[in-house]
């Protein structure tokens, strides 16, 4: 069996491979993120390879150096970012309670796209590597939120954390009227997509 890495340390993304009965383990990626491409799928996908290369590049450098403690394997490493856009505005998570009130109303009574981009690098024992980014795409529709609604909202802590300053799986659910596409791809991680994609690669998750 090969080894699967998360290079993320949300709680969500862990919450959707066990749910899923995926074994893995978690190395976040730690570097300083950096966006060239303007638009939501590009951004995300950029972040998700940054993220997916990093924790690679560290694995191999450990088992380069430490060859004795490592155990010949395959290695599967998912990056994954998440944001949410709105009138061409990548929304990622707000920097202070002010700027998740000013996101909920950009939201408020309207329908937005909330985008995932993954990437997945792939290292065989033998050395060779690969890699396969892509993203999925969801439609949210948020019915009307009162200031006192939003302010209630963010009194509740659960904005700061998340992209778009909403958690569709927590206590916003209840200003959601619809969503159109995948759910799990507004929490976090689109498990269904990547086993898609892994699929189309040759890869059967369960038995990787």
């Not at 060239?36 to 088992?63: C, D, I, N, W």
């Not at 950009?106 to 985008?115: A, I, K, N, P, Q």
């Not at 997945?120 to 948020?142: D, P």
């Not at 963010?154 to 300053?165: H, L, W």
Request: with cysteine; net charge negative.
């Amino acid at each position: 069996m090969g080894q699967i890495i998360l290079a993320s340390a949300s709680p969500r993304r862990r919450e959707l491979l066990e749910q899923i009965g995926i074994s893995f383990e978690i190395c976040p990626a730690k570097g300083e993120e950096m966006i060239t491409g303007t638009l939501p799928h590009e951004a995300v996908s950029e972040l998700s390879a940054q993220k997916a290369r990093e924790v690679a590049a560290m694995v191999k450098q450990y088992g380069d150096t430490h060859r004795e403690l490592m155990t010949p394997q395959d290695i599967m490493v998912l990056g994954a970012d998440t944001v949410v856009a709105a009138d061409s505005q990548i929304l990622g998570k707000p920097k202070d309670e002010a700027d998740a009130a000013r996101m909920l109303r950009l939201l408020s009574g309207r329908t937005h796209e909330v985008y995932t981009g993954v990437t997945i690098v792939l290292m065989s024992k033998s050395g060779k590597a690969g890699e396969h980014t892509f993203y999925e795409k969801t439609a949210v529709t948020m019915r009307k939120m009162s200031d006192g609604e939003i302010e209630r909202y963010i009194a509740t802590g659960e904005p700061m954390d998340k992209a778009g300053a909403y958690g569709i799986q927590g206590k916003c659910a209840i200003y959601v009227d619809k969503i159109e596409g995948d759910y799990n791809n507004v929490v976090g991680l689109p498990v269904s997509a990547i086993y898609r994609e892994l699929k189309k690669l040759g890869i059967d998750w369960y038995l990787w």
